[in-house]
């Protein structure tokens, strides 16, 4: 039961909670030890929220779960871990969570309820409505990156940045949409209402239109912000931003991936290179060119 609920809970998505260390990087705060753990337990309160989370989505969509190749696997779908149980174990880490936050900084865990909140409206509601379901992806992306904020008494970290979270947050999930709209075909609708509502065409589009949005947003970011170097030497950290996302969509358009984002991190070894090497210029812009 242990092994099924820690897999209820996917570990392996914890990986988008990274960005709550945002703040804390780009307000030139790492290396200061305080900081660094507070953001640390911070992430690791994010993964046990975003679990809970996990575990109220799949007992929730257990039956449409097992109508997909995939997700039917998952323990509460195939019947191996019993939805009472499950819940009571996410309601009862919901709430540890909560008060774990509030002990690290009350607006940590304002914002931590704020994204738990979001989640539930979503579970229940929010996912059924073309457009807004992507967008509410997109809003628990950026309670991600305001959590860090209070962390770490952040001064200098720029609004730009909510902007590229925002709209890379919304390329993720319109991808997302295209590959369960391409695997799942004629029955698409059957497994998400919202899918009934999209096409191919449509979400190419959408598509397009955040991909140049989302360099647009950056470009200005690294030329206007506020707290970053004088000489303008974040733009040098554009290519990697460019190659990244050229990458991802050439994993999502021609691999046919895009189902989940966090594998595609994973596995795709260029893409991890694009990004290693954007943060490691980032890191030296900002701490030793500044």
Known sequence: ????????????????????????????KIGNPTYLLRTL??????????GCVYIMNDAIDAEKDRQHPRKRLRPI???????????????????LSLLAGFWLSP??????????????????????????DVMAIAAGFVLRVTAGVPLVDAERF????YACIALLALLIGFSKRRHELTLLKETADTHRESLQEYNLP????????????????YTLYTALAPNLPA??????????????????????????LGGEPEEIVLRDHP????????????????????
Do not use: E
């Open 1 to 28: 039961m242990l092994r099924d609920l820690i897999q209820t809970m996917r570990p392996k998505q914890w990986l988008k909670n990274i960005f709550v260390f945002a703040p804390l990087v780009f307000d030139v």
């Open 41 to 50: 337990a911070g992430f690791l309160l994010l993964c046990l929220a975003s």
């Open 77 to 95: 779908a195939a019947g191996r871990l019993r939805v009472g149980p499950a819940l009571t174990v996410a309601i009862l880490l919901a709430l």
């Open 107 to 132: 607006g940590f865990a304002a914002v931590l309820l704020a994204y738990l909140i979001l989640q539930i409206a979503y579970s229940f509601w929010l996912k059924r409505w073309v457009i807004i």
């Open 158 to 161: 720029s609004p730009w940045m």
């Open 202 to 217: 449509f979400l190419d589009q959408l598509i397009n239109i955040v991909t140049g949005a989302t360099l647009l947003a």
């Open 231 to 256: 000489n303008h030497a974040m733009m040098l950290t554009i290519p990697f931003v460019l190659y990244s996302l050229f990458r991802y969509l050439y994993l999502v358009q021609v691999k046919g």
């Open 271 to 290: 893409l991890q290179a694009g990004i290693l090497l954007w943060g490691l210029t980032v890191v030296l812009i900002m701490y030793f060119l500044g």
